[in-house]
Every structure is written in structure tokens, then in C-alpha cells.
């Protein structure tokens, strides 16, 4: 287990400051040393019965312990979880990069400023830049696509990134670097817990997906790059990244085994108000390394993304965001020529461009207690979409509930949403927070 | 005349000068220099606040603020520190009187800068009794100001919006302090006339040369609720600058909100 000396010197570091400060809450409210987190049961029930997965989406204990320390020379921070999770397979092994077993360190970093124009964030890290509400065109930082669908809190979405983060801020543009010395792929859906398209059908835990990752460290590495600024109250940036397609994005033929060929991206966005709300831009250039002429039918075409979007408040405190997103492979016919010719069904290939519309309504009430909010995201070209309703009730400081789900739909097995539809869910969860 | 006298006289001469200034003020000029007073003292400034809802909920949180070198335009920048649920996460306003401000709120367990579209100003602060434009300030153009009563130690100002459609309230009162023209009442009626809602400064201290509120009570007389504001370590003219106000510093919250 290569990540054994880690995961126990977290759990020994993490277990070390609980005994160190008292035993109560609200501890060193003054201090420069902050210990909380929380405690939470979640659990989730699929809406149909099938034979590719568990009937149960969910149904797990998590504690978060979240410690900083905050000195004038720097921050240090460590955020991890113990899990309890009765669906998974595995509970034993514990796989940092994945977030299978009973460990997952979400945090382990130093922030500091060794110069008054930069910043240094060195460790485990989240990692969040874009524009887009849930679209990430980008934003190539490791995402959780299993707890997201699964149903888990929002702030799972992010998985993290182990990587040297430097920010520069001189007079005329910000600039950030994320350097990652090794591949950090998302956690994608597999099949163990969410069924899939293969490419000839929807699977789950009778065929999980078996990837070959790249993972050499300071060999099979990423680089991601903003420079921003703002212009009177609009926001500019522009954005580079040199890597790999974040989940699987080929396929070995000889093997079987999925692959993440490697992509870099060129990006642009805006965002400003506009009349009484606030719109976003922003496009991406998805240069797919290994497949440049775009005939390779094992590996993603390039790709360019565009994304608008607007966000206002239409009531008090009822919020509404529209976006339309498009994703247009740039090599369609060459794709699709290279999969006749070696006799693969095109029926179900994609479709050239994928048209996107998502609405998001957010509803505050109860004295802003009770948060309901609801995404849709419809593609009319695809003909499917996915609803996530989620309310979230504070009971008091210390507790909180929630309810939600992730609904799919669509009529064909194969598209980008609907493949997912076998696995719609209803959840819930309650947390104590300490 | 001893030199005694001459001083009385001096200071009488002076006193009734500045009382027929004062009684000169028009309605107008008293709110202007309230406004400055109850949210522009120094040239910036910070404080804790911590705040008490009547069903045992808090929010706790550090506020920096600095004042733009010429105009009313400030920035704020507030680190919430409790409860659980906003804990580290920074909101940053650029407030531009008479226009919408420039908001964004960061969100520390996606390390997310979302910006968040111009609300509503008379809705709920963070879920309290307080709304947001008293937190922020509501713009002196917004209503027409008028003394209808001079007390000894307080001007009496009523305040009818210009566009009762876009307010809750048909007017409102204010009660202001003669020396530091700090607010220390406002009592806001419905359109039948009946008071609804009370917002009053219950300590005021000096800090830095500056009185300042230490203490605010909002009511809400028809939900029955109120909201306790406490301030503790107010400081004025700390050099913060503007640098801090950008998305650099929601991103790293800065030492003067996390000692």
C-alpha cells in the first residue's frame, strides 16, 4: 500500500492535535490554532432496482477533523476524513488518489508569502478557478464525479490536488501556476458504484472499468496557468493547461484498458455585471494531443468548448442562473470515418456538436434557514438531462439536514446523461458540526 | 475684564456660534454627516461583531473596511468565523453609493470566488433581524429627509422613500446624536402607520477619536424577533490597503482577520 506512511502520519498528526488542544468545542476561539469539522450520516436509495449495482446508494458515517494554524510567517492546514462506508467494496485499502477506503486526506498544506507580490501554497490542495456553474471548461483541477452523482455534499465535487500552487501579483496581471509533479485524474465514475455506457452497453459492478493511469511522478506531470485582472468591475482571464484528459479519454485496443491521453487546453472568460445580475464567458480550446488529425477512434477528438451564462435575483432572496454550453468536436468527420472503417457502430457515436442549456434556482427561507435549490441541465441535442434538488435545513448552529437527489434522464442508453439514468437516487443526510 | 472672563466670553461667543450653525443645519446636511459618521469614521477600520439572533443562533465574524481616497465608495471585506456552516468562508464588497455594489463570496472548501449577483438590499443580513443595508448603509438619495424635531441632545429626521414601491417600509425616523451625529434610533412605520420595525445604537464608547457604536439592537415588533450586534476590538486608521480588498485575499484570508 503505497500510501500507508501517509495516511498514518496524517491520522497520527490529526489524532496529535485533537489530544493536544482541550476537549471542548469552541477551543482557542481567540487563539491562532482552530480545530472543527464535523460528523455526518448520509445515506441514499436508488429510485430503481437493478442488478448492475447495490440497491443503496449510500449509507455512511464520515468525520471531518479540519485543524489550522495560522502564524505570521504562514498557514498550515490539515483536513481529513475517517469513513465509514457500508456500500463500498473496499473499505480496508486506503487509495489517496481514488478516496476508496476508510482515510481520505483532503487537505495537507503550507501557505506562505515569502515575497509581498507572491503567494505559496504547497500540499494537498483544492484547486477551483472558471467561471461556470457546475461546467467546467477551464478548470482541469481533479473532480469527483461518484460522490457528486452519489449524492454526497457539494464540497465533494473537489477532489483534491497534490501540487506546488504559486500566485504572483505584480502591478499588471495576476498570475497563478498550479504545478502537479504527478497526473491527479478525477475520481471518475467506474461502475463499482454508478452504472455506465461501455460503448456497446450500460454496465456496472459486472464490468468495472479498468484504466491505465499515468502516474510517474514529475514525469507524467500537469501544469495549469491563469493570468487575470480585473477591468473596472470586470473580471478577465485567460488560462493554459498541459496534461491529460481528466477522466478516461481513450482506450488501449490492444489491452481493453481505458487510458488518459494527453490534452492541453487554451481558455479565455469574462465575468461583470450586466443590467441588475451578473454573466460569465468563457471558452476553452481542447487540444487532444495524441489524436492532433483527429482519426484515432480510440482517443477523444480536440474539442471547443463555449460556455454563457447569466445569474440574477428575480424575487428576494430566489436567485436564478441560466447557461448554455457547447461542446463541438473538431474532427467529427475524420472520427467518424476512422470508426467505419474499422466497422464500429456509429449509431451511437456522439454527435458532433453537444448543445447544453442549465437553469439553477436557489430559494433562501426560514430566515434564510432553510436553503432550496434546484439545477437542471438539459441537452436538446443530445435529448437528456439531470435535475439535483437539494434542501438544506439549518436547525441550529450545530445541526443541520439535508435532502436531495440526482435524476437522469433521456431515451437513448448511450448519451452523455442519460447512460447514467439506472442510477437516479433519492438521499438525506444530518450533520453535527463541532 | 480679567483674562477669566474673556475666556468665559470666548467660549460663550464660540458656544453660540456653534449652536447657530448647528441650528442652521438643514435636514439634508444632518444625514450627511450622520452617514459619515456611522460608516466612513478614519480612513479605514476594522472590528469583531458578533451577533446574537433571539432563537440562540450566532454569526460571528471580523470586518476590515476602507474608505476610497475621494468619494463615498468603500470596501469591505468580512471573514466569518462562526457558526459551522460559514466558517472561513470571506465576503468582499466593493460598495458603490448610488449604483449596485460589486460583490463576491468565497467558499473555502471548494476554493471557490463566486460573484454574486446585487440582491435585494432590504432582505435579511446573513439571517438576522439586520438587513443588509444597514450593515452597508442605504443611499442618502433613496429617500427625501426632513427635521421635523430638534431635542436638546438629538436631531429628529423622517425619511420617506422616492420609491415606495421598492420598500417595505412608508417611512422611517431617526434619532441623531447633536455632538457625534452618530444614529442612535431609527424606527421604521408600514403604510398604515404603525411601527414594525426598531433599530437602535444601545452602547456607544470612543475609539481612536472616533464614537462608535459597540453595541446594536434590531426588532422586529411584528415577528416578535431581535438581533444583537456586539463589536469588540475596533480599530481605526490601521494602514490597511486597498490590495487586501481583491479576490488574492479571499483566497488567503489576511493576518487582521485571522488573529
Redesign the interface.
Known amino acids: 500500500m503505497r500510501d500507508g506512511v501517509w495516511v498514518r502520519g496524517c491520522v497520527g498528526a490529526w489524532v496529535l492535535l485533537a489530544l493536544v488542544l482541550p476537549g471542548s468545542a469552541g477551543w482557542f476561539e481567540d487563539a491562532d490554532i482552530g480545530l472543527h469539522g464535523f460528523g455526518e450520516y448520509r445515506y441514499g436509495e436508488r429510485l430503481e432496482t437493478q442488478d448492475l449495482e447495490d440497491d443503496r446508494a449510500l449509507n455512511e458515517l464520515r468525520v471531518q477533523g479540519d485543524a489550522a494554524w495560522y502564524h505570521d510567517l504562514f498557514t498550515a492546514q490539515l483536513k481529513a476524513d475517517l469513513l465509514f462506508d457500508e456500500v463500498a467494496r473496499e473499505r480496508e485499502d486506503v487509495d489517496l488518489e481514488t478516496g476508496a477506503g476508510w482515510f481520505d486526506l483532503r487537505q495537507a498544506n503550507l501557505l506562505a508569502s515569502p515575497l509581498s507580490w507572491m503567494d505559496l501554497k504547497v500540499g494537498r490542495q483544492v484547486l477551483t478557478w472558471g467561471t461556470g456553474d457546475l461546467v467546467f471548461i477551464n478548470d482541469l483541477f481533479p473532480k469527483d464525479w461518484q460522490s457528486f452523482f452519489l449524492g454526497r455534499d457539494d464540497e465533494y465535487l473537489k477532489a483534491p490536488s497534490d501540487a506546488f500552487f504559486v500566485s504572483l501579483f505584480p502591478d499588471v496581471v495576476n498570475i497563478d501556476i498550479a504545478y502537479t509533479p504527478r497526473f491527479d485524474a478525477d475520481r471518475h465514475i467506474t461502475g463499482e458504484r454508478l452504472s455506465y455506457w461501455n460503448g456497446q452497453a450500460v454496465v456496472g459492478q459486472n464490468s468495472v472499468l479498468v484504466t491505465e493511469r499515468p502516474d510517474g511522478w514529475f514525469e507524467d506531470d500537469e501544469l495549469a496557468v491563469r493570468a487575470y485582472r480585473s477591468v473596472g468591475a470586470f473580471e478577465l482571464a485567460l488560462y493554459g493547461y498541459h496534461g491529460y484528459w481528466k477522466s478516461p479519454g481513450g482506450m488501449d485496443a490492444a489491452t481493453g484498458q481505458w487510458t488518459f491521453p494527453r490534452l492541453a487546453v487554451y481558455g479565455a472568460s469574462a465575468r461583470g455585471p450586466l443590467g441588475n445580475g451578473i454573466a460569465h464567458a468563457e471558452a476553452g480550446y481542447y487540444d487532444s494531443l495524441d489524436d492532433r488529425d483527429g482519426d484515432d477512434p480510440f482517443v477523444n477528438n480536440s474539442e471547443a468548448r463555449l460556455l454563457v451564462g447569466y445569474e440574477r435575483e428575480i424575487a428576494a432572496d430566489l436567485t436564478l442562473g441560466v447557461q448554455y454550453y457547447l461542446e463541438r468536436m473538431l474532427d467529427y468527420e475524420d472520427h467518424m470515418a476512422a470508426l467505419e472503417a474499422m466497422m464500429a457502430p456509429t449509431a451511437t457515436a456522439r454527435e458532433e456538436d453537444r448543445h447544453t442549456l442549465t437553469l439553477r434556482l436557489t430559494w433562501l427561507t426560514f430566515n434564510q434557514n432553510l436553503v432550496v435549490s434546484c439545477f437542471v441541465r438539459y441537452s436538446p441535442s443530445d435529448e437528456d438531462g439531470y435535475v439535483k434538488p437539494v434542501a438544506t435545513y439549518k436547525l441550529s448552529d450545530r445541526w443541520q439536514a439535508t435532502l436531495g437527489g440526482n435524476i437522469f434522464f433521456g431515451d437513448e442508453p448511450h448519451t452523455f446523461l442519460s447512460q447514467f439514468k439506472d442510477n437516479n437516487n433519492l438521499n438525506g443526510s444530518v450533520r453535527f458540526s463541532f | 475684564m480679567s483674562m477669566r472672563t474673556l475666556l468665559l466670553a470666548g467660549c460663550l461667543v464660540a458656544c453660540l456660534a456653534v449652536s447657530s450653525v448647528a441650528e442652521e443645519l438643514s435636514a439634508d446636511a444632518i444625514v450627511a454627516k450622520a452617514n459619515l459618521a456611522s460608516y466612513y469614521a478614519g480612513k479605514d477600520g476594522t472590528a469583531k461583531v458578533r451577533m446574537e ?1 433571539s ?4 454569526r460571528e465574524f471580523a470586518i476590515l473596511r476602507r474608505n476610497a481616497d475621494a468619494g463615498l465608495d468603500q470596501r469591505f471585506y468580512v471573514y466569518f ?5 460559514v ?1 472561513k468562508m470571506a465576503y468582499l464588497v ?1 460598495k458603490k453609493p448610488g449604483g ?1 455594489d ?1 460583490r463576491w463570496l468565497f467558499l473555502p ?5 463566486k ?6 438590499k ?3 443580513f ?3 433581524d439586520f438587513l443588509y443595508e444597514d450593515v452597508s448603509g442605504r443611499s442618502l438619495a433613496e429617500d427625501t429627509h426632513e427635521l421635523v424635531e430638534t431635542t436638546d441632545s438629538q436631531y429628529v429626521i423622517k425619511n420617506t422613500p422616492k420609491a415606495p414601491a421598492t420598500v417595505e417600509f412608508a417611512s422611517y425616523t431617526v434619532w441623531i446624536d447633536k455632538v457625534s451625529f452618530l444614529p442612535r434610533k431609527a424606527e421604521y412605520f408600514d403604510k398604515r402607520g404603525t411601527l414594525y420595525r426598531r433599530v437602535a445604537a444601545t452602547k456607544v464608547e470612543t475609539v481612536d477619536g472616533h464614537p462608535t457604536v459597540m453595541e446594536s439592537t434590531v426588532e422586529d415588533l411584528i415577528a416578535g424577533s431581535k438581533t444583537v450586534n456586539r463589536f469588540t476590538k475596533v480599530a481605526y486608521d490601521i494602514g490597511l490597503k486597498d ?1 487586501l480588498f481583491t ?2 485575499f479571499l483566497r ?1 484570508p489576511p ?1 487582521e482577520v ?2
Open positions: 439572533l432563537d440562540g443562533r450566532t468565523t462562526a457558526p459551522a456552516d466558517r466593493h449596485n460589486d472548501a471548494l476554493n471557490l470566488v460573484r454574486i449577483a446585487p440582491g435585494d432590504r432582505t435579511s446573513v439571517g438576522s490590495r479576490e488574492r488567503r493576518r485571522t488573529r
